[in-house]
């Protein structure tokens, strides 16, 4: 009898579903682990970008999806240093979707993570609206890699958005003009338990660092402690 209770009871706790806010560290977990293996990559991504950069989104596992041609859903965080003029320490993450048609025929029907860098305050504003298209309401493009891509760094830090992938182990700049990015407010409620804008979680910091985004947080501030634009 002791047995077969055993038994149901571990059914029940493996078929019980995982509660959002578990949903939601797990979310920030991924993107911290994502974060890291870019970081790591040989010849990725310049420093000097990093350096530079007031924001970084990071949206792990992007995958295409059957609705329209090519559609694509995202789901990941905003990370920003603090401050004003973004001097500070890196602050606690704000949950982001991203979402676009023409993401999908670049996914190739494979699960792909994206990183963004957010290189001047005009580009950071723009993401603390409800939503921002890219290419029309934040100028992005691909962005650089490796040392022959140093050379051309003015160029790229003109733009608002740089923006990366990485699929299958291959990573590039890639563009992702026409995708949308939206801030994602039921994902915030649960990760802060409460309804919070995202202008408050990265502006204000009345929110700290939840413990799925300490990682994630931390990754950053070691990789590039000072913000170096000008």
């Known amino acids: 009898m002791r047995l077969i209770l ?7 706790l493996a078929s019980t579903p995982v509660s ?3 949903e939601e560290q797990e979310r920030l977990a991924n993107g911290a682990a994502v974060l890291e293996e870019i970081l790591n990559i040989p010849d990725g991504i310049p420093q000097e970008l990093i350096d530079k950069a007031e924001c970084v989104v990071v949206i792990p596992s992007v995958k295409k999806f059957a609705i329209g041609i090519g559609g694509s859903y995202g789901r990941g965080a905003l990370v920003c240093r603090g401050g004003k003029s973004f001097s500070g320490t890196w602050g606690p993450p704000a949950m982001y979707r991203l979402e676009g048609a023409n993401i999908g025929f670049q996914l190739g029907g494979q699960a792909t993570d994206f990183l963004l860098l957010v290189m001047n305050p ?7 609206r409800s939503k921002v298209k890219l290419g029309a309401d934040a ?9 022959a891509a140093m050379a051309a760094t003015d160029a790229y830090l003109r733009a608002e958005i740089l923006s990366y992938s990485r699929s299958r182990g291959l990573f590039a700049g890639i563009s992702l003009e026409g995708s949308t990015l939206r801030q994602d407010n039921n994902a915030n409620e649960k990760t802060y338990g409460r ?20 990682r994630l947080v931390s990754l950053l501030q070691k990789a590039s402690p000072h913000n170096l634009s000008e």
């Open 6 to 12: 055993a038994t149901g009871l571990s059914i029940l």
């Open 20 to 22: 959002a806010d578990d």
């Open 122 to 128: 005009k580009g950071a504003e723009s993401l603390l």
């Open 139 to 147: 100028a992005a493009v691909a962005g650089p890699k490796g040392r």
């Open 195 to 214: 309804k919070i804008t995202v202008r408050e979680i990265v502006m204000d910091r009345k929110v700290a660092v939840p413990a799925g985004g300490g």
